[in-house]
């Protein structure tokens, strides 16, 4: 089993279907990874305690995922020094940009790497995290260039289709 | 010296300028106060440990006044079941509409009492802590009406004047 | 019969889907309430008048849900010094950000304790009602800490199975 | 002395920078009118008695400017069928979206006719008032007629400074 | 058959859809009325002809619904000194925003009386347009009086009901 | 068959339902043209590639459809020449506004030509593509010329049924 | 004198100060021009006229500024076939979201080239006119190049100077 | 002299005031750093050819402040995995919404980590920076912990004095 480096944090269980994004970049770049639920403002002590342990208990990167005035990612990175990656999940009427605002928004002193609203991020964020972790585990270089790679190749080849559909 | 029931709090001494809309109020009115700087990010614990402490110091209300991706009326409200009052703060260049969206859009469970952008916000969290604290502290309505009165006093003669200058 | 002590008023029918949800949580919570459709502009004496007589009919804090340019909220607190919660509904092809704008924004001198848009802001009146009341009422502290327990741990318990999901 | 068939009113006496604009168009058009102050919020009596007394007192259409979340022309209207233009006025931190969305998302039923933010909007809301009152006052259409004879004309002559300047 | 007071245009016939709010007002205020599909944009002879002829043919008020860069009422509104009202039409991804602004903020000179986006605002387009044509059609005032003692009465009914469903 | 002088390119396959409406208008003016995806961000060398080598392979114009944070026709623009037309695509949950000022907002010294978000858009790149190329290509003229007549005569036609329906 | 051939209008004369960006380009790239001050709103018909002789006049490209409800570049391009490219000028309260929104949400059919709000739009919309005029005017592509290259010149000797001061 | 490991790089040295609050904590680390010019749009080979370096020229981290359509951070991000913090500058009339929406909705595939708008942003790229670097260089996590303590002493220190000011 491997060492779990990466913590995956959201505020409800209904942000899921949103983080689902990073957890399988997680598992395509074979980083070991954990799964929680806590919220920054229904389970404040928990949320603390997760966050201030996080670097004991290994983890390397904090990828933190919540909705409306999103504090999860903010409240973490004030209880640790290890980078935390925010994702704005658009689950108020306000179709995220108030998740967006709260999670990029933070004042001088403490930072939160935000990302995209919504599953782009959440797929960004499990590839900024393995992009931190090259310098410490470089074995997971490999992985983002092949999965970059990948990424152009499949552009070409739809391109391809579309570009013979049109001549 | 009047008991502090009111604790006004801001994340940076740079809010006082906008706070202090709320303090004259509470000296208007009467209402012993306190005013403190702690911030949701630079000072997590000190936050928390406000929070958790106010109920039993004998603060009745919290008014809560932040900038940027406003976390601190939030994280407040998370740990203490006294009423807060949040004052979104224009202190970005996105014009405080990130610290609206920040304190308003609180998810489900955890109630932040938002009030307007800046100084007229301030004003009103003062005005609203006492008529909260009324249902306690009936010699308080008197204030209050008082304040009414004023204003549209003042209203009435300002109009007064306009009135005749174009009649 | 428990006695009356909070009103709900909506502006519109079409608005009970989102109120029901401060409505369930005042049952949950015990608290006796009303049930009231008055709008700011449609019955606009009605509304004076509602707001007029409230405190003297028992009522202890009024929630106020509207759309659009939501008008009835701030309204209702001009004819009264019970303290007013506002919700904004997403009722408008603006996603609710109207709604938002016109309750938050109060002037200074009368305000308006705003809640996020749609459902979680419904729940959140509610819950902020409460916390208000407990002041005069400390029974209802017990359901407030009650329903922060609960929330606390279903949070934890629908972690555990992601946790062990992923582990 | 005219008779005064125009109102203009505005939610405070910092509002008159604004509404001068609008009050400079009804003089140069001959048309009588008012100037009042009067708040949705802070004096909700005057401003309804104001309202329902309008038309019996010779008023045949009201402008009405205010800022924040702008209630007053939309109170107003509930409360006459004299036609209602409302003045959006840039107050707040928010630079005037917020009177916006409260002026011109009035929820069916009850028109208010909204003009632009600020001294351009204030000047319309005039000029509109004047377009209303041909049908009864066949003199101002002159006036109209006029004005934007003179709108274009020095448009022209500008653009012929400019045109000589750049040939 | 009724004489054509008022004339209703729309960019598009897609528009339809939300400009029959403002037909169904008409019909029911029994005011005689146009339809006519013109575009600021594709036909723009077609609408110019149309605005500069609008008066003698005897219409009194026009409505004009757009989506988009909603320019339909401005043109309009500068070929005539007829009343134009403007109801911006939610029919882009920017969910009518986009037609809000290009419908409100109309440069000082050539005003346009905007309305809500969508649905309300093509109803409350009609019954402004109503509360113009009063001055010179006193009959018409009976309707809307009428109109706003059902949308009162209505209201309390609906209101009865929920307050027993909730006694 | 026709030399290719238009590039129609896109960020990925999924802007092909919003991007189809350039095509068909390409179709229409018998103007030919080439289909691509190349990303700005998943491919980068293909893509400057792509710019740098356009104007060599006989391409005139580039229409570029981008969704997110949409790079594509800025940096098509930094290689080229050519006019490049942006088309900003609504496939994040910000509705499109995220894309439209990516494209628009260019800063001074590289152009790119925004056209509105989604399907209207990418029409109209292609029609002010044929607008642009008209100068090199006159019998494009004709086109267009009909193109337009069309607009205007279909909507002359549903403008009659809607005045008969009506009258 | 140089023939005219592109053609510089703007909604106001107060608009100077932004078109002056896209005038110094068309002296710099030696582009024959002329500067026009014509109103959508305020002159329709001088605005009509201007647009649809505009080609015989031998213009071939049409920049067109305007602030608030900026429907000017709209106009324009529904009454001619040239190149119309639109300028938003942030001359309202709302920092020229507005005259972005009227300029750059046209409808389909009928297109305007936008660019970005302000003097790096005004700038940018004159060396756009230079690309699209490349194909007719050869020697003008000799001017971009020269242009793009000194921008980047520019660029690496202000880089130069930071490098070392940092080294 | 120090190894540079942080590149600090902006689109115009108009950008240097806001950078600048990056540069002082690099310095204030002791975190060895470089700062170039180098543009998406103006210089987009020389912005190539930088990222594709970086890595080799031993640069471990990218800071990238843009303006407008602020295209630098993501373009740097497509042509190298190290990580690239993307800091939105507020230099157009927008007010940086369009910079920020630029910079953090990335499409999925290639992640850029945003940081707050204007100055707050920049200082907080240089402490991600850290946080980031952390992994590979022990050193910086004690500059780090110093930091934070020093920002909660401060604050304390400033509360003490208003504390006791309203005391």
Redesign the interface.
């Known amino acids: 089993m491997k060492k779990k480096i990466v913590s995956v944090v959201m505020?409800?269980?209904s942000d899921?279907a949103v983080m689902d994004?990073a957890?399988k970049i997680l598992q395509e770049f074979k980083i070991g990874?954990?799964?929680?639920?806590?919220?920054?403002?229904?389970?404040?002590?928990?949320t603390?305690l997760y966050a201030q342990r996080a670097s004991n208990r290994g983890i390397?990167v904090i990828i933190a995922g919540?909705?409306?005035?999103a504090?999860l990612a903010?409240?973490i990175?004030?209880?640790t020094?290890?980078?935390v990656?925010g994702v704005p999940i658009?689950s108020?009427?306000?179709?995220?940009?108030?998740?967006?605002?709260?999670?990029?928004?933070?004042?001088?002193?403490?930072?939160?790497?935000?990302?995209?609203?919504?599953?782009?991020g959440a797929?960004?964020?499990a590839?900024?995290s393995a992009?931190?972790?090259?310098?410490?585990h470089p074995e997971i270089?490999k992985e983002?260039?092949a999965?970059?790679k990948k990424?152009?190749r499949k552009?070409?080849e739809?391109?391809k289709v579309?570009?013979k559909?049109?001549?």
Do not use: W
């Open positions: 505020g409800s269980d899921l994004e957890i990874f954990e799964v929680i639920i806590t919220s920054a403002h229904r389970s404040p002590r928990r603390s390397e919540a909705g409306h005035s504090h903010g409240v990175a004030s209880h020094t290890l980078p990656i658009d108020s009427p306000l179709s995220g940009i108030d998740a967006l605002f709260s999670t990029v928004q933070m004042p001088a002193g403490i930072p939160v790497a935000a990302m995209a609203v919504g599953k782009s797929r960004n964020a590839i900024f992009q931190i972790l090259c310098a410490a270089k983002i260039d999965y970059r990424l152009a552009l070409a739809k391109s579309l570009e559909q049109y001549s």
